[in-house]
C-alpha cells in the first residue's frame, strides 16, 4: 500500500540554524499538507499546497517557513532560523482531492531545537 | 477556535471491554477524520465520514456522526491491548481543505 514517508525520522540543531524536513507524497495525490505536534499537544495545521503553490496557510507559517516541491516527487519545509519553540514533530500530509479525501500522514520529523 | 473538545480526555478499560471516545465540533463540516497515534509516533488514519453520512464501520471500529448536534463517536468493540494509543478526532470544515485536529483521547487497554 502507497505511503507518505519522511526524512529525517529525528533531526537537533542548533538554535539559528536552518533546517529542510523532507516528505515523499503518495505519488497520485495532488494536495499536501504540513502539520506539527508540540509535545502533548494536539496537532496543528501550518501550510497547504496544491499546483505548486501555497493554498492555505496558518498564523504559525510564518516568514521563517517556506515549502517547495523542487521534483516531482520530493516536498519539502525549511526553516530558515529555528527557533527553540519550532522544537516539535512535523507531520507531512497528502491527499487526492481538497478537503474532501483522506489525507495520509508520513510517521513524521522529530526536531529538537538547542 | 473551531475545535470543540474530545472527551473523555483519558479512558482506562479492560481487554476486551468496548471503548467509546466523543468529540464536538462547531460549524458545518465537509467530513470527519479519525486517527490513532501510538506514542510519539505518526497517525494512522481509521475512518473518515462525511457530512450526509450518519454511520460507518471498519472491522472493530464504528463511527458516528450526528451533524445536529455536531457531534461523534468512536467506538471500539473486544478492545486490545493493541489499541492503546491516542484517538484524534479532526473536521475538515465547509469551503476548507485543512485539518483542525481535536486534544484526543488517551486509550490504554489493560489486559
Known amino acids: 500500500e502507497p505511503e507518505v514517508t519522511q526524512t529525517p525520522s529525528h533531526q537537533v540543531t542548533q538554535m539559528g540554524q536552518e533546517v529542510i524536513l523532507r516528505c515523499v507524497p503518495i505519488?497520485?495525490?495532488?494536495?499536501f499538507y504540513w502539520y506539527r505536534q508540540i509535545l502533548g499537544q494536539k496537532v496543528e495545521f501550518l501550510v497547504s499546497f496544491y499546483n505548486n503553490e501555497i493554498s492555505e496557510k496558518s498564523e504559525i507559517f510564518d516568514d521563517q517557513f517556506s515549502v517547495e516541491r523542487p521534483d516531482g516527487s520530493n516536498f519539502t519545509l525549511k526553516i530558515r532560523s529555528t527557533k527553540l519553540e519550532d522544537s516539535a514533530m512535523y507531520f507531512c500530509a497528502s491527499c487526492r482531492d481538497r478537503g474532501l479525501e483522506t489525507q495520509y500522514f508520513g510517521p513524521g520529523t522529530r526536531l529538537l531545537v538547542l | 477556535s473551531q475545535q470543540g473538545e474530545e472527551d473523555p480526555q483519558a479512558l482506562s478499560i479492560q481487554e476486551g471491554e468496548n471503548a467509546t471516545m466523543n468529540c464536538s465540533y462547531k460549524t458545518s463540516i465537509n467530513n470527519l477524520q479519525w486517527y490513532r497515534q501510538n506514542s510519539g509516533r505518526g497517525l494512522v488514519h481509521l475512518i473518515l465520514?462525511?457530512?450526509?453520512?450518519r454511520e460507518k464501520h471498519s472491522g472493530r471500529l464504528r463511527v458516528t456522526l450526528d451533524t445536529s448536534k455536531k457531534s461523534s463517536s468512536l467506538l471500539i468493540t473486544a478492545s486490545r491491548a493493541a489499541d492503546t494509543a491516542s484517538y484524534f478526532c479532526a473536521t475538515v470544515y465547509q469551503g476548507a481543505q485543512k485539518l483542525v485536529f481535536g486534544q484526543g483521547t488517551r486509550l490504554t487497554i489493560n489486559p
Open positions: 465520514i462525511r457530512s450526509n453520512e
Open positions: 505519488s497520485n495525490h495532488l494536495y
